[in-house]
């Protein structure tokens, strides 16, 4: 179940106020012990009195107020990584020595070495030895020489932070989530502080590979004078990335949570501009040239196997979807139609689909190339399931072809094999008599 967290201490102050904090005393749903509350309009910068902010990166600020909310900048994270140029300049000379030029043994082993580190840079996984007094280098996917990568293209998200949408990966099946919604959205509650004036409310539930469920949320706060509002997204998902808060949502069977918010132009501009780790950057600047719609499509970076089955399982998933609201679209479709004459517009689509059946019947045209292309894939289809049973495949009677061809040989090696033999013991017998006449001549000579 989703129960099992006591219910917070909470205070008379509002964990998402409308109004400028106070200096009530009370304590706040994301500060710390002197948190004077919240509101939507101070912004995340830091302010007179002893107020905390949300206590994760976001300064000592009151947090939130009015309807003029401002959002922190952010200086670090996906779109923006931390200068760290000595690391880096080594760690390259590292990997180029075990590729190039490993001094470990000191003798022609090294080149041998040098070729075992290449492989292992190639499939991007072990250690890279090149020196005695150096650590190994570390071959992951990323690194630049990894053969297993490859570009797809994602889509954008269109939500604004206004929003406030969130997603939780739940480690949980569809059918658990909505059979246990009501108590999951009650303890979602509990972990916002059980405050009153908010109320969670579920705006998606889709299912995900391996027994996952994506549940997308959205937090509505009501003020004292009778209006609501959304909490932002990236403010709530900083609510749920503070380590109390965190563990219980693992508690709850929550393996990942991230904000569902557009791209920002300069974030898109930087993310194109700066290829991932261990992207060449000519296929970079391919695939950003090969996007077919760059307004609404990002390409993104799949590297390894584990990463290409992912994404080969939710295009799967998707692709099911798809077809189960298909099939509600028909099922819709012939309920409406049902009992009305055919439409001027429906008698041109079945003329049409007409034409295009003639057209596919016709033996010299597409008809004759769809059977042999049928033909050609039910060959690949046979020779790779023959594959899949066993390595190395090979027709019984030409195996008994190559047992008798063989046993054959076999018996003519065994035959010139007693010749040889023979032939050795008749040498023998020549040798012998050769010595024995010598010895005789000898003797009568004396």
């Not at 000379?93 to 075990?98: C, E, Q, Y």
């Not at 108590?183 to 996952?212: A, F, M, R, W, Y």
């Not at 010299?364 to 190339?369: A, C, E, L, N």
């Not at 195996?399 to 094999?417: A, D, T």
Request: hydrophobic share 35%.
């Amino acid at each position: 179940g989703f129960s099992g967290f006591g219910t917070p201490s909470t205070t008379a102050g509002s964990a998402f106020s409308f109004s400028a904090p106070s200096n009530t005393g009370t304590t706040g749903l994301f500060g710390g012990a002197q948190n004077k509350g919240f509101g939507f309009g101070t912004g995340f910068g830091t302010t007179a009195g002893t107020s905390t902010g949300l206590g994760t990166g976001l300064g000592t600020g009151l947090g939130f107020g009015g309807f003029h909310t401002q959002q922190q900048q952010q200086t670090s994270g996906l779109f923006s990584q931390p200068t760290q140029a000595p690391a880096q300049s080594n760690q390259l000379i590292n990997t180029a020595s075990a590729l190039s030029a490993p001094t470990l043994l000191g003798d022609e082993r090294d080149a041998i070495l040098a070729k075992w580190n290449q492989l292992q840079a190639f499939w991007g996984t072990g250690k890279g030895y090149f020196n005695s007094n150096i650590p190994p280098v570390e071959f992951t996917q990323e690194n630049p020489f990894c053969r297993f990568k490859a570009v797809g293209y994602s889509c954008m998200p269109n939500n604004k932070d206004e929003d406030g949408l969130v997603v939780l990966v739940f480690n949980k099946k569809e059918t658990d989530i909505r059979s246990q919604q009501q108590q999951l959205v009650e303890s979602l509650h509990k972990v916002l502080g059980g405050n009153q004036t908010l109320t969670v409310n579920v705006e998606g539930i889709k299912t995900l590979p391996d027994d996952q469920t994506e549940v997308v949320i959205y937090v509505v706060e009501r003020s004292p004078n009778g209006t609501s509002r959304r909490v932002p997204a990236t403010t709530l998902y900083a609510h749920f990335e503070q380590t109390n808060i965190k563990t219980q949502l693992q508690q709850l069977g929550v393996t990942l949570s991230m904000t569902r918010t557009e791209l920002s132009p300069a974030q898109i501009k930087q993310l194109l501009q700066n290829p991932p780790a261990g992207v060449d950057p000519i296929i970079w600047e391919q695939a950003k040239v090969d996007n077919p719609d760059s307004e609404k499509l990002i390409p993104v970076p799949m590297v390894g196997f584990k990463e290409l089955l992912r994404r080969l399982k939710v295009q799967d998933q998707m692709t099911k979807q798809h077809q189960t609201r298909l099939d509600v679209l028909i099922k819709q479709e012939i309920q409406r139609k049902s009992g009305y004459a055919i439409q001027a517009d429906e008698e041109q689509l079945r003329v049409q689909l007409d034409t295009i059946q003639c057209e596919l019947n016709a033996p010299t045209q597409f008809k004759g190339r769809l059977n042999e292309l049928m033909s050609q894939i039910r060959m690949q289809n046979h020779f790779g399931a023959v594959k899949s049973e066993e390595r190395y495949y090979i027709d019984a009677d030409l195996l008994r072809e190559i047992k008798q061809h063989l046993k054959q040989q076999q018996e003519g090696l065994s035959h010139l094999i007693s010749i040889i033999k023979d032939d050795l013991e008749d040498i023998k017998l020549v040798e012998h008599g050769l010595n024995e006449t010598i010895h005789i001549r000898g003797g009568v000579f004396s």
